[in-house]
């Protein structure tokens, strides 16, 4: 079936340094693929969205490009902030609606 | 914009009770779902709903139950809560479409502990 496998973590950086959180899947078909961040205490937020291949997402300076040669949709953003603290979770949905997450991967951005 | 309430945030229970999660959400989607969240796991589906009366299991149904009467709402039951039910509860919902699939839009989740 359809699954998600993202980077472990924690993943611990300084402000203002380069993320990366790297995200690959299994899908049928062509599933739309999605980034969510969850901050503490708090549900998911949808971060951002790719319906089709070579689509970039982007949202707060974060990025991330359906690359389906690959089956990758990596999560980057240029220069992050102690707010970006939160944990992170790539997904896919298929053709029912549904959605398959990967574990999360927590960051920690340190001043 | 799309506010899914959980009807809890924080909650104790004892093993053996039956336990009601409440879910609400205020834009007519037709998808609803729940999740448990466990360290390490991810999300993982428990139940889901595409209309109103109508339930499908996902990926971990034991031990639980759901109900759909009215199309806003979405309850979890624990028939007969365990310990190893002590997890976050996350409902979600969404929107059918034709075209390309929706996100799901979450509540703040419920933190239940079983004792």
């Known amino acids: 079936g359809d699954s998600v496998t993202q980077m472990e973590g924690p993943v611990t950086l300084s402000e203002e340094a380069f993320l990366t959180i790297n995200c690959t899947y299994t899908?049928?078909?062509?599933?739309?693929l999605f980034w969510y961040v969850q901050y503490p205490g708090e549900g998911l937020q949808l971060l951002l969205k790719a319906t089709k291949a070579d689509d970039k997402g982007s949202n707060k300076g974060f990025e991330a490009t359906y690359r389906k040669e690959t089956t990758s949709f990596h999560l980057e953003k240029g220069s992050v902030q102690v707010s970006d603290s939160a944990v992170y979770f790539c997904?896919?949905?298929?053709?029912?609606?549904?959605?398959?997450f990967g574990a999360g991967t927590r960051l920690t951005v340190k001043p | 914009d799309v506010k899914v309430t959980q009807s809890s945030r924080y909650l104790v229970k004892r093993t053996g009770e039956k336990v009601f999660l409440e879910c609400v959400q205020d834009?007519?989607?037709?998808?609803m779902f729940w999740y448990r969240q466990d360290p390490g796991l991810g999300l993982r589906l428990i139940y889901f709903s595409y209309d109103v009366k109508m339930k499908e299991k996902g990926d971990i149904p034991e031990g639980y139950s759901v109900s759909r009467e009215k199309k806003e709402r979405f309850s979890l039951i624990l028939e007969s809560a365990s310990t190893n039910q002590t997890s976050m509860y996350l409902c979600?919902?969404?929107?059918?479409?034709?075209?390309?699939?929706?996100?799901?839009?979450f509540g703040d989740g419920t933190r239940l502990s079983i004792l």
């Open positions: 899908a049928t078909g062509y599933p739309s």
């Open positions: 834009m007519d989607h037709e998808n």
């Open positions: 979600a919902s969404s929107k059918t479409t034709g075209t390309a699939n929706q996100p799901q839009h």
């Open positions: 997904a896919l949905s298929g053709n029912n609606n549904d959605m398959r």
